[in-house]
């Protein structure tokens, strides 16, 4: 069990870099030196141009394994777990995270049912688990992103792209997650089910979850009450509160741009 440092902290990211080794062998700094904090009960968006770093970030902190992605400098510590070496804690990381990554509705297992796939973190890890418990779960989270109750006996294919999205959606909040990390989360969203997922979010906020959230979208940020940290090039341009009161750095007239528009 790692040894708990600041316990009212999500993420403590501290100088942290990460890297990119392709199979042609070019290496790039895709994340650089990037610090902030994430306490209990707030919320942080990553905003920032196409290949700023937002996703590497992301899928870093969640503690997923991706080939060709690592911390090579500084680090990051999610629920007192060091995402650089994180040993047998990954477990516990992940357990604590819920991880909503970029299309993960198109990439939902093709075999299971919905209720098998928003089940399934908790199946993987207890195969003994109260399965009337489960169902009433799995319905609940039916029920709160409005997806209908049928929907839990169907496959990924027989749903829209954004029913998937929700089914997505409602997986990654299954274990109910001290950390909630998505990036993009409302793709394929309409108004009303985006009210339906925000609040959602805010509500487990309410009970001490935070949030870091990958977004370039405004209103988001403002629905959310969200803290902003601005990526370019992997470096940080701007880490404020709100899109209103950033910190500007001198060359940040383009990224300004594009959290104002
Ligand atoms: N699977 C991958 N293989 C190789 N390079 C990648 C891969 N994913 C991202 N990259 C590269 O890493 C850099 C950072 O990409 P990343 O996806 O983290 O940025 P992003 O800010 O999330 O962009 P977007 O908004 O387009 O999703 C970019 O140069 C990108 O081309």
């Known amino acids: 069990m790692p040894r708990r440092r600041d316990p009212d902290v ?3 990211a501290s100088d942290l870099s990460l890297l990119r080794s392709s199979r042609g062998g070019v290496d790039v700094r895709v994340v650089d030196g990037v610090s902030f904090v994430l306490p209990h009960a707030s919320t942080l968006a990553i905003m920032g141009p196409t290949g700023a770093g ?3 970030l992301a899928t870093i902190l969640s503690g997923s394994e991706e080939p060709g992605l690592a911390v090579v400098g500084g680090d990051a510590w999610v629920e007192g777990i060091p995402v650089r070496r994180p040993g047998r804690s990954v ?3 992940t357990y604590y995270t819920g991880f909503l990554a ?3 509705g198109a990439k939902l297992p093709a075999r299971m049912t919905v209720a098998e796939v928003i089940g399934e973190p ?3 890890r207890d195969r003994r688990v109260n399965q009337r418990a489960l169902a009433v779960r799995v319905a609940t989270l039916l029920d709160e992103l409005m997806l209908p109750l049928g929907a839990a006996a169907k496959y990924p294919y027989e749903l829209s792209a954004g029913m998937r999205q929700r089914v997505a959606f409602a997986r990654t909040l299954v274990l109910e997650p001290r ?3 998505a990036d993009e989360p409302f793709a394929n969203m309409d108004v009303e089910v985006r009210r339906a997922a925000r609040d959602a979010i805010l509500r487990r906020r309410d009970h001490g979850m935070a949030t870091l959230i990958v977004t370039n979208e405004k209103e988001v940020v403002r629905d959310l ?3 902003v940290l601005v990526l370019r090039a992997g470096h940080t341009v701007a880490y404020g509160r709100g899109t ?3 910190l500007w750095t001198p060359s940040s007239g383009a990224d300004h741009r594009l959290v104002t528009s």
């Open 54 to 56: 937002k996703s590497s």
């Open 102 to 104: 970029q299309s993960a």
């Open 91 to 93: 477990r516990e990381l």
């Open 179 to 181: 950390l909630f990390i």
């Open 122 to 124: 908790i199946t993987s």
């Open 244 to 246: 209103e009161d950033l």
């Open 225 to 227: 009450h969200a803290d």
């Open 10 to 12: 999500a993420i403590r």
